[in-house]
């Protein structure tokens, strides 16, 4: 079955750090893989996706990795801020709309 | 636009009630989704659709029911809760499936105890 997982469940930054996620992934058939952040309280919400036959693709202050050979799917955040504290959450699309993995807490330190 | 709206946002249940959480869209999106989100954890699939009267399980659907009568509304129905079902519960909707990948946008959510 499908399964998508973290390697690290919380990460402290410092304000105006790069922060890096990482997430890997099971299922080589995956053709989408994406990133969504849920702030406390509040539903998910989109941030970048990447499609299976990339490996790097970039948007407003972050960039998503893909490397197919290790399953493993990152998030790049540059300049952290206050603002990006917040569970993230990697998901990616296959025989089902989407898998989620548990997400990793990113916590930004003033 | 409202987006994606869900109620009721809380909600406590006895063992062996029964209720329904709503959920509406005004973005005209095909697709439709549910999820539960257990403390700490991803968010699981429990059923989505992809256009009036069509609906499918997901992952977890279990103890759930759905209909898709309108392209807005995609009410989830709960028989018989169990403290199992005890979570946050996402309606999300997007556009299409399609082969590209289409933003799913989320509601706010619904917080329900059963005791």
């Known amino acids: 079955g499908e399964s998508v997982g973290l390697h690290l469940p919380t990460l402290s930054v410092q304000e105006g750090d790069n922060s890096i996620i990482n997430c890997a992934y099971s299922?080589?058939?995956?053709?989408?893989f994406i990133w969504y952040k849920q702030e406390s309280g509040k539903g998910p919400q989109f941030i970048i996706d990447?499609?299976?036959?990339?490996d790097k693709r970039q948007g407003q202050r972050v960039t998503v990795l893909l490397n197919k050979t290790v399953k493993h799917l990152s998030l790049q955040i540059a300049a952290t801020q206050p603002g990006d504290s917040a569970v993230y959450f990697c998901?990616?699309?296959?025989?089902?709309?989407?898998?989620f993995g548990k997400g990793t807490r990113l916590s930004v330190i003033a | 636009n409202a987006g994606v709206t869900q109620t009721p946002k809380f909600r406590i249940l006895k063992i062996g009630q029964s209720m329904t959480l709503q959920c509406a869209q005004d973005?005209?999106?095909?697709?439709m989704y549910w999820y539960r989100q257990d403390p700490g954890m991803g968010l699981k699939l429990i059923y989505y659709?992809?256009?009036?009267?069509?609906?499918d399980k997901g992952e977890v659907p279990n103890g759930y029911n759905v209909s898709r009568s309108t392209t807005e509304d995609f009410p989830l129905r709960l028989e018989l809760a169990a403290p199992s079902q005890t979570s946050v519960y996402f309606c999300?909707?997007?556009?299409?499936?399609?082969?590209?990948?289409?933003?799913?946008?989320f509601g706010p959510g619904t917080r329900l105890t059963v005791l």
């Open positions: 659709s992809v256009g009036a009267g069509i609906t």
């Open positions: 990447i499609r299976s036959n990339m």
């Open positions: 999300a909707s997007s556009y299409s499936a399609g082969v590209a990948y289409n933003e799913q946008f």
């Open positions: 299922n080589s058939a995956s053709d989408y």
């Open positions: 973005m005209n999106h095909n697709y």
């Open positions: 998901a990616e699309r296959g025989n089902t709309p989407l898998v």
